[in-house]
């Protein structure tokens, strides 16, 4: 309990350091089956990990009444620990039935502000198994376009979604764009080349994000799917991940989160 207690006084600490209101902490966490296995006491612990951001995208909101009811409970906590926070879900993505899902954001209202819910790409709707959410942000007045994804599984060609995705940002949005989510392909792949070539960065670079059933040697963690990118008018100052795990003795617990760590890019807009 203590160790815990430390670490989120540190993680607290991390995002208080830049408390300028021009610069903003975005959270992409693909959360497994939010909606479906979430008790309270798992809520709360959720919500401690991120009340320090400004910005939470989620992935894998189910589709069914439970997701909607899991994000709203979230955002309920979230203002119960200081800060006025709202929030929009997406509709149920165009896939196949136990493909389906949600996605989510939750921000905070001080500085951000919406003029709509957002929408699926209805573009995407027949090259991506679940067609990713965007919604525009406006902070101080400046207009931030956030999308949100969820990939097909690594062995069903994620990289035709990512070149098909991709090629539609750099061809159709001209706002200042981040990506986050679980893209389920390393970012180190070519894949992510023309994204890259066009000025975007990642938040985080050869960093493991998924945590395994079981410790081997002392390793909790898998793969390197989860990620945020920023587009050259989005100015990069910090990002990383969230290890909420941090000892083998708590993996099990953990798991009950999420098999997903958080990732946060912390940003300013040019």
């Not at 409970?73 to 136990?98: E, M, P």
């Not at 994620?158 to 070149?163: L, Y």
């Not at 991709?166 to 706002?175: L, P, V, Y």
């Not at 050869?206 to 909790?220: A, D, P, R």
Request: net charge positive.
């Amino acid at each position: 309990m203590i160790k815990r207690l430390l670490f989120l006084s540190a993680l607290c600490f991390h995002f208080a350091i830049f408390s300028q209101t021009d610069e903003l902490t975005l959270i992409s966490w693909n959360i497994r089956d939010f909606g479906k296995t979430k008790s309270s006491e798992e809520l709360n612990k959720i919500a401690d990990i991120v009340r320090d951001a400004d910005i939470l995208a989620i992935q894998e909101v189910v589709a069914g009444f439970g997701g909607a009811q899991a994000v709203a409970k979230l955002s309920d906590v979230l203002n119960r620990k200081g800060a006025q926070w709202d929030y929009v879900i997406s509709d149920a993505t165009h896939s196949t039935k136990y493909v389906t899902e949600r996605y989510a954001f939750i921000w905070k209202t001080q500085h951000i502000k919406i003029k709509d819910r957002g929408e699926l790409i209805a573009a995407l709707d027949q090259k991506i198994d679940r067609e990713p959410y965007l919604m525009y942000f406006y902070v101080n007045g400046k207009k931030l376009a956030i999308l949100n994804f969820h990939s097909r599984p690594f062995n069903k060609n994620p990289e035709a979604e990512i070149e098909a995705l991709t090629a539609h940002i750099c061809d159709s949005i001209t706002a200042p764009v981040i990506l986050a989510g679980d893209f389920n392909v390393d970012e180190k792949k070519p894949v992510f080349d023309r994204f890259k070539k066009a000025g975007f960065t990642t938040a985080i670079t050869v960093q493991k994000t998924t945590l395994k059933k079981v410790c081997n040697k002392k390793s909790y963690l898998n793969y390197a799917i989860d990620n945020v990118f920023c587009s050259k008018a989005i100015r990069k100052v910090d990002g990383g991940i969230i290890d909420f795990v941090r000892y083998c003795e708590d993996l099990e617990k953990a798991r009950k989160l999420s098999d997903h760590l958080p990732v946060f890019l912390r940003f300013g807009l040019n």
